[in-house]
């Protein structure tokens, strides 16, 4: 009776390791891009367990039992990440509507990100009372609806009559704004707030910005004190900082305080440029929205936009110096979109321009993948083709160290291990 229990219960054990074995993929590809070496690879294979990669390389054997993808005519590189994607936006609606309506929209906008070759985002967070971004993180990473792996931001804080103030109401309509923060003691509270409601990352105004109405890029807004103290609050509940930040002064005192990543950089200058890689911050220009903000805003255009495309025009070609600058002295860049003005699934049109601005295409490439796996600390999960990492996999038909803009018209894209397009020659 025990040798039937035993048998019985071998036999079980058995069945439940074929039922949990995770299935099977290989992928052929025609070239490969390794954006850890910098170099390409010819006829690589890549075999995915479940989630995660297995196993890459020439002379990999394709497992019996596997599904085979082929990309045999393809260029196949990581999942691109954007380090400034806000998730809620839409040039069109604006930040209109309910939480609901934007989480809905938030939905639409994450397949349409997942598509466009970006298997991982940041979303540097808004202005939605109601968290309306992380209810959107969190039903994607759920995987409820398709959409990139989100690591999100709360709520913006900004000083009075900042980037993040409704200044363009007149004082008796002001109402009282948790994001809003004076002080010290203003900061711990809002940092630690945001992390209560979920806060992956802690965005901060340190300067004013090009959308907003009453206040100046240029400037400086936080004090280094408050700075400083949002980094330590930040730090003490893991969470990492990102300082919105166009003005040098605004710039070198947020890289002081300890942020993690510039976004923007306007008017970076070489001091700044030296403080940044000896404080090993990441850059994460968005050149992209100020260069549609350079062009002519539409006839019914906000004051905000007027202003926008009035500082664009004038500043973009420094800016693009700025930022080539910075890259070509070895400031560690990222990449972000910040699409407000174009609808989501163009963020690839920011690669065009850190070619622009001096990278090459390689180094582009690596901003978009490597570069910012690093930035957010998840270099161990994605941003390279790597056995244990995820398998999130994109494909271009033609060389994109050739002709950059081809990878704004990605053909294949993997998340987890999971198929979403496939539209390659092969196929």
């Given amino acids: 009776m025990m040798k039937v229990h035993i048998i019985c219960f071998s036999t079980l054990l058995l069945h439940c390791f074929a039922y949990s074995q995770a299935e099977v993929t290989a992928i052929k590809c025609g070239v490969l891009i390794d954006v850890k070496t910098g170099r390409t690879v010819q006829g690589s294979t890549i075999i995915i367990e479940g989630k995660r990669i297995k196993a890459v390389g020439p002379s990999v054997l394709i497992p019996e039992d596997a599904t085979v993808i082929d990309l045999s005519t393809a260029t196949v590189l990581p999942g691109m990440l954007d380090l400034h994607c806000h998730i809620l936006g839409d040039p069109e609606e604006g930040g209109r509507g309910s939480s609901a309506d934007k989480a809905l929209r938030g939905v639409r906008n994450a397949e349409k990100v997942l598509l466009s070759g970006f298997t991982t985002i940041r979303d540097p967070g808004g202005g939605d009372v109601n968290y309306a971004n992380f209810s959107v993180r969190d039903a994607v990473n759920r995987g409820w609806f398709p959409g990139p792996r989100i690591v999100a931001a709360g709520r913006f804080l900004s000083i009075t009559g900042g980037h ?147 500082l664009s025009k004038k500043h973009f070609s420094a800016m693009m110096k700025n930022i080539g600058k910075a890259m070509n002295r070895g400031v560690k860049t990222a990449l972000g979109s910040d699409m407000i003005t174009l609808p989501h699934g163009l963020a690839a049109q920011e690669i065009r321009l850190h070619v622009e601005a001096g990278q090459t295409p390689m180094e582009a490439i690596r901003s978009a993948t490597v570069i910012s796996a690093e930035a957010i600390n998840m270099q161990s999960e994605v941003g390279s083709i790597e056995p244990g990492k995820y398998a999130d996999i994109i494909a271009v038909e033609g060389d994109p160290l050739k002709d950059i803009s081809v990878l704004e018209h990605v053909r294949f894209v993997m998340k987890d291990g999971k198929v979403y397009k496939n539209e390659t020659a092969a196929q």
């Fill in 164 to 310: 993040g103030d409704n200044n363009s109401v007149p004082p008796e309509h002001e109402t009282q704004r948790e994001n809003i923060v004076n002080g010290v003691e203003e900061m711990r509270k809002a940092v630690r707030r945001d992390v209560k409601f979920g806060a992956d990352w802690i965005k901060i105004y340190a300067t004013g910005g090009f959308f907003s109405t009453g206040d100046d890029p240029g400037q400086q807004h936080f004090s280094d004190e408050e700075m400083r103290v949002a980094v330590e609050e930040a730090t003490r509940l893991g969470k990492l900082v990102a300082a919105h930040a166009h003005g040098t002064q605004g710039i070198k005192a947020a890289v002081r305080a300890g942020v993690r990543t510039i976004e923007h950089g306007t008017f970076i200058d070489n001091e700044g440029i030296e403080l940044m890689k000896e404080h090993g911050t990441y850059l994460v220009p968005t050149l992209r929205t100020i260069e549609v903000l350079a062009e002519e805003p539409p006839p019914d255009a906000s004051a905000g936009w007027k202003k926008a495309y009035q």
